[in-house]
């Protein structure tokens, strides 16, 4: 079946602000948040939630509603360039978007708050673990490996997770000259291929090559991946300084798997492993039940640690 057959015709996915009631204003143009499914209560932990490429804030439609329902007040957070246009935006190493987060959480306010990151934005919750480690309570980190870590990927996931889009992304002026007008096929052949033999739901999948059609969306994407020079500098330095925040560790055993957890051990003395039997590269989508209530109890335990200290 073709990736066209498969995602069928562009529509209009339900997006997480139509979830548990959303409550609040949209957010500002430029601001990264989703304020429409932010809890308004101030004594609700929040839990900043970091995407990763190629998807969307709909990888959290299913976490979104379990954490406001078990008292925790998500706050969605979308990076410049991943499937939203970056408008001046342009430094893409993770320890400047480490920076670009912190300076938005101290712009909310938040100085006490989870941290879950998926992809790319695992590695950027990371950094910032380890700049704001007083603020940061938990840290969940799903479905990556930080830049030049020297960790093997477990079968059956070293057997299905795609390793062409990495090198392919780096080249310079390749994937622009490529990709436009054919972006579900690159964007989807991603996606399909990371999932696994589970998939992922067909609106999800139409929404996500949808957004990352958008103009200038392909080239900030491509800055992501073209600062790995730099992003295994800023990881070499993470060895000396440590996380010492909790982690959660979660890997799709069709994925990345338990390579999750090896990778963070030599950054973070405190990680938990979990790895979802049916997922690949999305077990917040493909498992939710499981996944989210592991992200809860998690959490829970680690809010009242740190509020008994």
């Known amino acids: 079946m073709s990736i066209s ?11 997480i602000s139509a979830l548990d009631g959303g409550c609040c204003a949209v957010a500002g143009v430029g601001s990264g948040w989703d304020d429409r499914v932010v809890s308004a209560s101030a004594n609700r932990l929040p839990v900043v939630l970091l995407h990763g490429w190629p ?14 329902r078990a008292g ?7 990076m410049p360039g991943l499937g ?10 993770k320890s400047e978007l480490a920076g670009w987060v912190r300076d938005r959480l101290v712009e909310r306010e938040l100085t006490r708050f989870a941290l879950v990151g998926h992809d790319w934005g695992g590695t950027v919750a ?4 380890a700049v704001m480690p007083r603020a ?12 030049g870590v020297d960790v093997e990927i477990p079968a059956p996931g070293s057997e299905r997770y795609p390793t062409w889009h990495g090198p392919f992304n780096r080249v310079h002026g390749l994937a622009e000259q490529l990709v436009p007008g054919r972006e579900a096929a690159y964007y989807g052949t991603f996606l399909e291929e990371s999932a696994g033999p589970g998939g992922l739901e067909p609106m999800a999948l139409r929404a996500y090559i949808d957004a990352y059609t958008t103009p200038g969306v392909l080239e ?24 010492h925040t909790p982690v959660l560790a979660i890997g799709g055993r069709y994925a990345m798997g338990s390579a999750v957890a090896e990778g963070l051990r030599p ?26 209530r592991a992200i809860i109890e998690f959490l829970r335990r680690h809010a009242a640690e740190t509020t008994a200290r």
């Not at 939203?84 to 190493?93: C, M, S």
């Not at 900030?220 to 996380?243: N, Q």
Request: net charge negative.
């Open 220 to 243: 900030s994407g491509l800055g992501y991946y073209r600062t790995r020079v730099d992003d295994i500098v800023d990881v070499k330095r993470l060895h000396e300084v440590r996380v």
């Open 72 to 78: 925790f007040a998500p706050h969605p957070m979308t």
């Open 5 to 15: 057959q498969l995602i069928g015709p562009r529509r209009v996915h339900p997006d």
């Open 84 to 93: 939203e246009a970056a408008g001046e935006f342009d430094r893409f190493r």
């Open 55 to 68: 998807v969307t804030q709909e990888h959290w439609r299913h976490i979104v509603p379990l954490l406001q």
């Open 136 to 147: 940061v309570v938990a840290l969940v980190v799903e479905e990556e490996i930080l830049p």
């Open 267 to 292: 950054v973070a003395p405190d990680v938990t492993a979990l790895v979802l039997d049916q997922s690949g590269h999305y077990p917040l989508e493909q498992e939710p039940g499981l996944a989210g």
């Open 126 to 129: 990371v950094h910032v673990a």
